[in-house]
């Protein structure tokens, strides 16, 4: 990347998105490896939570209609983000970062869409 780059890391709660990823903090958010500066504030939403939780609402609302009972399988299988985007279905934990940060035995999403 070109010096002065910025990389942006918002799963930084999940496990991080980039090999030079580490947790930060509102207070100290940025550091700099390789001339690439990085912010990867841990739960960034959680700075404006009221808006926070109207963007993800709205964003949800979208879905709902796709996305209930009989469908949420055939929407999941249409949509890979819909489906990486699942944490716990039936039970099962189906996130690995989750899981492993949890101490809970890890169910591929998968397992659930064939």
Request: charge should be neutral; proline fraction near 6%; aromatic fraction near 6%.
């Amino acid at each position: 990347m070109k010096a002065g780059s910025v990389l942006v890391d918002i799963s930084i709660d999940q496990g991080g998105c980039f090999e030079t990823s580490k947790a930060t903090t509102h207070a100290d958010p940025t550091y700099v490896v390789d001339d690439v500066i990085h912010y990867c504030v841990a739960n960034m939403p959680g700075a404006v939570p009221r808006t926070s939780t109207f963007a993800l609402n709205n964003r949800h609302a979208a879905l709902r209609p796709q996305a209930r009972g009989p469908r949420l399988k055939k929407a999941m299988q249409l949509d890979p983000h819909l489906a990486n985007g699942l944490n716990v279905h039936e039970g099962h934990v189906t996130n690995d970062a989750v899981a492993r940060e949890l101490g809970y035995k890890y169910t591929p999403v998968s397992d659930f869409l064939t």
